[in-house]
């Protein structure tokens, strides 16, 4: 119940294709659903992240659909561009009782944006 | 660049080593947590303090301890290493729990 599932493994488009990448969760007390960027050597960087009161949001060619009814969330790139060559992960964290905000990760999907 | 900082950035020792990761947070967050990142496990959460307490455990292993010091700096203790335990080890700050988290560059154990 604490996992959250992501998929695809891996993925390769062209440049300017849109890569979805998908996430599943189960425990409904989830409240607050974060993508991170991480490229070789660095630290994972917060993308954008929605709450469970909107379906979808956008922040510059990224943008979060979030689907409560189906425990389902994904992120999809506009535009994809070489430089957006990296690995993404999916989270999930639960707010009360303790809200504490640990982040429950997918296990990543590999972006390659071929030019 | 997050404004996390964490040292060493690279540390390689021994089986049965111990060694203490340090991390800042961002200046003004109260929240710091750990996580662990290996290939075969993925980012995993070990621990989280703050304000100097303890407020969440996840899947730390015994031989490994933290703490949060007045300044707000954290410091992960990995004792009796094993060489399973080489892997990523990467600090995150909030300002307030359960709010957005900023990760710093992270230390890479090696364990030989």
């Known amino acids: 119940q604490q996992q959250v599932k992501q998929s695809p493994q891996s993925l390769i488009v062209q440049k300017g294709g849109i890569p979805i990448i998908n996430c599943a969760y189960e425990?409904?007390?989830?409240?607050?659903f974060p993508w991170y960027q991480q490229f070789p050597g660095k630290g994972p960087a917060l993308l954008i992240a929605i709450r469970p009161d909107v379906s979808e949001k956008k922040e510059g060619r990224f943008t979060i659909s979030f689907n409560k009814s189906a425990k389902q969330f994904s992120l999809h790139i506009m535009d994809s561009q070489p430089g957006d060559s990296a690995t993404y992960f999916c989270?999930?964290?639960?707010?009360?009782?303790?809200?504490?905000?640990?982040?429950?990760f997918g296990q990543g999907t590999t972006l390659q944006v071929k030019p | 660049d997050s404004g996390v900082t964490q040292t060493p950035k690279h540390l390689i020792t021994a089986t049965g080593q111990r060694v203490t990761l340090r991390c800042s947070p961002r200046s003004g967050d109260l929240s710091v947590y750990w996580y662990q990142q290996s290939l075969d496990q993925g980012l995993q959460f070990l621990i989280q303090?703050?304000?100097?307490?303890?407020?969440a455990k996840g899947n730390i292993l015994e031989r490994f301890s933290a703490q949060q010091f007045p300044d707000l700096h954290s410091e992960l203790n990995l004792s009796s290493l094993e060489l399973g335990d080489s892997a990523l080890y990467f600090c995150?700050?909030?300002?307030?729990?359960?709010?957005?988290?900023?990760f710093g560059p992270g230390t890479r154990l090696t364990v030989l």
């Open positions: 995150a700050s909030s300002v307030v729990l359960g709010g957005e988290q900023f």
């Open positions: 425990n409904t007390a989830f409240d607050y």
């Open positions: 989270a999930a964290s639960m707010g009360t009782p303790s809200n504490t905000g640990k982040l429950i």
């Open positions: 303090y703050y304000n100097g307490e303890e407020r």
